[in-house]
T-cell receptor, first 113, second 113 residues
């Protein structure tokens, strides 16, 4: 079965600074990778996903992520963080052959003024 | 616009009470999921349903049951609530097949006293 590790529980960045959130997955076949964001008191919203093709994927709100098979990673990036990006971010891995979606423990992002 | 709604945003119940959490989606999705979200543990799957009256156990089904009598509605039942079931509960839905984008409701925060 697949699994996901998000090594950083909490990250603080200054507004306007760049951001990278780490995600490592474990899965024997081709993974289907997702990043979701959860604003306080809300459900999860899809930021972006990778199924195949170009390993650099663009998402909503100016986010992008890069799939690196050799490193089993799918890190999320944003060049300039806004105060409204403060939220919790979840990486998830799914499989084409079943409904099993595995979520990481999440990374909480704090944005300093 | 895609919509998943949950019957309550906040619930307070007593130990031993029977608790019903309801989820409704308006997207004609085949799959529906119930997750439990706890700090540091991410999302853990309780049950999912891939069709009316069909269900499969997730990772943590103990103490929970589910009901899906209509395609759009998926209920989570705590037969006898306990304090260790205090948590955030998230419902999600997807189209049929594996590795699909999950659409989440806003969550129900349950406190069991």
């Amino acid at each position: 079965a697949q699994s996901v590790t998000q090594p950083d529980i909490h990250i603080t960045v200054s507004e306007g600074a760049s951001l990278e959130l780490r995600c490592n997955y474990s899965y024997g076949a081709t993974p289907y990778l997702f990043w979701y964001v959860q604003s306080p008191g809300q459900g999860l919203q899809l930021l972006l996903k990778y199924f195949s093709g170009d390993t650099l994927v663009q998402g909503i709100k100016g986010f992008e992520a890069e799939f690196k098979r050799s490193q089993s990673s799918f890190n999320l990036r944003k060049p300039s963080v806004h105060w409204s990006d403060a939220a919790e971010y979840f990486c998830a891995v799914g499989a084409a052959t079943n409904n099993d979606m595995r979520f990481g423990a999440g990374t909480r992002l704090t944005v300093k003024p | 616009d895609v919509k998943v709604t949950q019957s309550s945003r906040y619930l307070v119940k007593r130990t031993g009470e029977k608790v019903f959490l309801e989820c409704v989606q308006d997207m004609d999705h085949e799959n529906m999921f119930w997750y439990r979200q706890d700090p540091g543990l991410g999302l853990r799957l309780i049950y999912f349903s891939y069709d009316v009256k069909m269900k499969e156990k997730g990772d943590i089904p103990e103490g929970y049951s589910v009901s899906r009598e209509k395609k759009e509605r998926f209920s989570l039942i705590l037969e006898s609530a306990s304090t260790n079931q205090t948590s955030m509960y998230l419902c999600a839905s997807t189209t049929a097949g594996g590795a699909k984008t999950q659409y989440f409701g806003p969550g129900t925060r349950l406190l069991v006293l």
